[in-house]
């Protein structure tokens, strides 16, 4: 059994047992190549989520309604990478084959890695959808396999060609754009066209959402480790986030790379916690229960 937290993010503060979705802290951010501070993400995000409200007006929807457990952050290990994947990997796993949609909140983007990896184990035909500004598939990077600018790669070494699908990217180097377009994975530069497409081909099929919030522009979200020019706004992403939830069988996500001690004023948190909120409403949109009256 799996107790709950003293503090929760706003609205997910049901037992283990009732919920369907679990949220997951996955503080780590060991790999970083230019700035640190993602690993201060979850526990920030949840500190300044009763900044904000449970219903949304966008999809007509509360928290309060829904079944969401609040699991805490995990304890992982700093300077063992591996061991900390590996601890993402088992409790992952635990939450998926209890039947239940774990949402991990980063943390740098390597923390995907695991998570990703045990969605493939229990869904062998399992897709990634990948929202970024950067394209993630360096083979290495300084000498590390291991590392939030080669996890794409990585998680193409777990699935093959043809089942990951990147949006929103600007980023990277030349060899990784033509390894990409040498047809390894289904990438879409710049904004989300075509995401319609790859969301009707997947119909049906078990997909893995992740969002690296570097996605949206530095103007909007300039809390982040590796801020790219060029990116799109809260309400495209926003759309384009739903519009995978509504139309795949989403079986895991997450969202990494805030890293709030880089944007004093809170804007991106409060951002982050947005998107957070209405993610979590549309996954569980055939699970509400009835307001009561």
């Known amino acids: 059994m799996w107790n709950r937290n003293v503090e929760t993010f706003l609205g997910c503060d049901n037992t283990y047992e009732e919920s369907h979705i679990v949220l997951v802290g996955a503080p780590f951010d060991s790999t970083t190549s230019y700035r640190p501070g ?9 500190a300044e989520s009763y900044g904000l409200e449970t219903y949304s007006p966008y999809q007509e929807l ?3 309604d829904a079944r969401v457990f609040d699991g805490g952050d995990l304890e992982l290990p700093f300077g063992d990478t591996e061991r900390a994947l590996a601890m993402i990997r088992e409790r992952a796993g635990a939450i998926l084959h209890s039947g239940k949609l774990p949402f991990l909140i980063g943390g740098e983007h390597l923390v995907s890695l695991p998570a990703i990896g045990a969605a493939a184990k229990r869904y062998p035909d399992l897709s990634v959808i990948h929202f970024d500004a950067h394209t993630d598939l360096r083979e290495e990077y300084l000498g ?20 990951i699908h990147q949006f ?17 994975t289904d990438l879409h530069p710049f904004t989300f066209a075509g995401l319609s497409d790859v969301i009707a ?24 480790g590796t801020p790219e020019a060029g990116g799109v706004t809260f309400i495209e992403l926003m759309k384009a986030a739903l519009s995978v939830v509504r139309g795949c069988r989403v079986v895991a996500c997450d969202m990494m790379e805030l890293s709030p001690p880089l944007d004093a004023s809170g804007t991106s948190t ?24």
């Open 144 to 163: 590390n396999k291991l590392s939030h600018a080669t996890v794409i790669r990585r998680a193409w070494d777990l699935l093959g060609d043809g089942r």
């Open 201 to 224: 081909g997947l119909h049906g099929r078990p997909v893995y959402l992740t969002i690296d919030l570097d996605v949206l522009d530095p103007s909007v979200f300039p809390g982040t």
């Open 168 to 184: 929103g990217i600007r980023s990277g180097e030349r060899a990784e754009w033509q390894w990409a377009r040498a047809g390894h």
């Open 270 to 293: 409060a951002t982050a916690l947005k998107l957070l909120r209405e993610i979590l409403l549309a996954l569980s949109a055939d699970f509400i229960r009835p307001p009561q009256v």
């Open 38 to 46: 993602t690993r201060f993400a979850a526990r920030t995000m949840r």
């Open 62 to 64: 509360d928290l309060e």
